[in-house]
């Protein structure tokens, strides 16, 4: 790997690259994270529940966490009232997982944060309109061919 990833004196592997763009995205999520008392698992979580209603099950494949964890996860969200648990229509011994209005503005405030910090990470490359529309469309394809959310 490159010994100076804040001033790389050439040009990055993709393997390099795809490690040190995860590294600064997760540096993001985790300050903003921080900033709202969120680990960046409950960022995912939270991310998940904007616009679905999954079952737990779901969640835990989304995630890819063990029941207990997944459990444990939904638990501390709806104790802070962020998420609540709503019976399943179609599974009488299942729960779907619901944001709340506080976990909705969070995730509005968050989110907002979280594209103001990698707006300006984008802005900081100098990166033209069109190297902005061709990298989403490359990591789009890349993320389409390996999806499991």
């Not at 993001?28 to 616009?51: E, F, W």
Request: charged share 20%.
């Amino acid at each position: 790997m490159n010994q100076h990833p804040s001033h790389p004196q050439h040009d990055l592997s993709i393997v390099d690259g795809l490690a040190q763009l995860s590294h600064l995205v997760q540096g993001i999520l985790g300050r903003v994270g921080a900033q709202h008392d969120l680990s960046i698992i409950q960022i995912r979580l939270l991310a998940i529940l904007r616009d679905r209603e999954p079952s737990m099950q779901q969640l835990a494949q989304h995630l890819n966490l063990d029941k207990s964890s997944i459990t444990g996860l939904i638990d501390r969200a709806a104790k802070r009232g962020l998420v609540e648990r709503i019976p399943s229509p179609t599974d009488k011994r299942g729960f779907l997982v619901r944001v709340t209005d506080a976990g909705r503005q969070l995730i509005d405030v968050g989110g907002s944060e979280i594209i103001s910090q990698l707006n300006a990470a984008v802005a900081a490359a100098g990166l033209s309109e069109a190297e902005q529309v061709q990298f989403a469309a490359l990591a789009t394809r890349i993320i389409g061919a390996n999806n499991t959310i």
